[in-house]
């Protein structure tokens, strides 16, 4: 088995505080983990907004929110939802190094339709590709690594 290909040098001078050298790519049960933790609220809310239309419409707006801020946002600015930041691991783009920014992030959430539509093995991608990318990180040219 090779060993896998060293992801790109990360930034000095990274206003997000990342070191010198290169970065281990993130394993798939982290990643599987921090989707997890990251789907936990908006479970939470749907379960709640089965009470009544009105409750629903609540939950919904408040589960939008959350992931705008969440995955948009925070993961877009910082390589971290609250998911990647509990297992340790952070999304950035593979020729800098740096956070996506928000808009590619959202657009990043946009384009994991393909690993659905490949009957979800583009979820199942990164347990043996080299530089363990889901189709979605492959299209929008990201990585997801380790955050040590």
């Not at 930041?85 to 996506?100: D, M, N």
């Not at 009957?119 to 929008?140: C, E, H, N, S, V």
């Amino acid at each position: 088995m090779s060993s896998l290909p060293p992801p790109p040098p990360l930034e000095t001078s990274s206003p997000y505080g990342y070191e010198t050298g290169t970065a281990e790519y993130a394993p798939w049960i982290q990643r599987v983990g921090a989707t997890l933790i990251d789907s936990v609220p908006g479970i939470i809310l749907s379960v709640i907004g089965r009470a009544g239309a009105a409750l629903y419409v609540l939950c919904l707006l408040l589960s939008l929110a959350f992931f705008a801020w969440n995955t948009c946002y925070r993961q877009g600015t910082t390589g971290q939802s609250i998911g990647k930041q509990a297992l340790g691991i952070k999304l950035i783009k593979e020729e800098t190094g740096q956070p996506v920014g928000g808009w590619f992030s959202f657009g990043r959430q946009i384009v994991h339709i393909v690993d659905g539509l490949s009957l979800f093995i583009g979820y199942l991608w990164p347990l043996w590709d080299k530089k363990r990318q889901t189709f979605a990180d492959k299209i929008m040219s990201t990585v997801v690594v380790s955050a040590k």
